[in-house]
Antibody
Framework: QVQLVESGGGLVKPGGSLRLSCAAS????????MSWIRQAPGKGLEWFSY????????YYADSVKGRFTISRDNAQNSLYLQMNSLRAEDTAVYYC???????????WGQGTLVTVSS | EIVLTQSPGTLSLSPGERATLSCRAS???????FAWYQQKPGQAPRLLIY???NRATGIPDRFSGSGSGTDFTLTISRLEPEDFAVYYC??????????FGQGTKLEIK
């Protein structure tokens, strides 16, 4: 079965950096676009980045552009998110999600909490 | 960017009742790329409906989706205790970003 497991969250000071990982299993990882989606405490869902199966197509929402970098290693079946210049408003649970051809998200990880606070 | 507005914000119903959740888009969206998710406390969202009206794998047939253009609806025909959760709509236009509605909380009356 499809499984996505995020790791790497934690407490970081404003301006700091953090790298999240998402380990995928149960499907041919390189066949799928992958996304990062976050949810601030008590708030709704915010999609902010995707990467194509080959890694050649990448997109960021304005809220993270220039600060976050998405990448993947298909040999390791892993998705990554490098987060720099973190702000308090980046505090959220971060989910990795598999995107389908109908451009929705059919599998999600359990999420990893990132807290940006001094 | 297409904005999705869900209504009501909170819906209070009893098990066995019918639930109707709405999602309105700020401009017309493709029915092919419209979805609904369910999220329970402490859990990741779960895909319920994709392509406006197609149930995802394992989703009971009491869940149905409909709509077109700017107005979409999720209907739960007879509420079960496990259906009380937060529901989100989501769309993808001709280009990013993907956007979600702000959510409707379905609570037990």
């Amino acid at each position: 079965q499809v499984q996505l497991v995020e790791s790497g969250g934690g407490l970081v000071k404003p301006g700091g950096s953090l790298r999240l990982s998402c380990a995928a299993s149960g499907f041919t990882f390189s066949d799928f676009y992958m996304s990062w989606i976050r949810q601030a405490p008590g708030k709704g869902l915010e999609w902010f980045s995707y990467i194509s199966g080959s890694g050649t197509s990448i997109y960021y929402a304005d809220s993270v552009k220039g600060r976050f970098t998405i990448s993947r290693d298909n040999a390791q079946n892993s998705l990554y998110l490098q987060m720099n210049s973190l702000r308090a408003e980046d505090t959220a649970v971060y989910y990795c999600a598999r995107r389908t051809v109908t451009k929705n998200f059919d599998s999600w990880g359990q999420g990893t909490l990132v807290t940006v606070s001094s | 960017e297409i904005v999705l507005t869900q209504s009501p914000g909170t819906l209070s119903l009893s098990p066995g009742e019918r639930a109707t959740l709405s999602c309105r888009a700020s401009q017309s969206v493709s029915s092919n790329y419209f979805a609904w998710y369910q999220q329970k406390p402490g859990q990741a969202p779960r895909l319920l409906i994709y392509g406006t009206s197609n149930r995802a794998t394992g989703i009971p047939d009491r869940f149905s989706g409909s709509g077109s253009g700017t107005d979409f609806t999720l209907t739960i025909s007879r509420l079960e205790p496990e259906d009380f959760a937060v529901y989100y709509c989501q769309q993808y236009g001709s280009s990013p970003p993907y956007t979600f509605g702000q959510g409707t909380k379905l609570e037990i009356k």
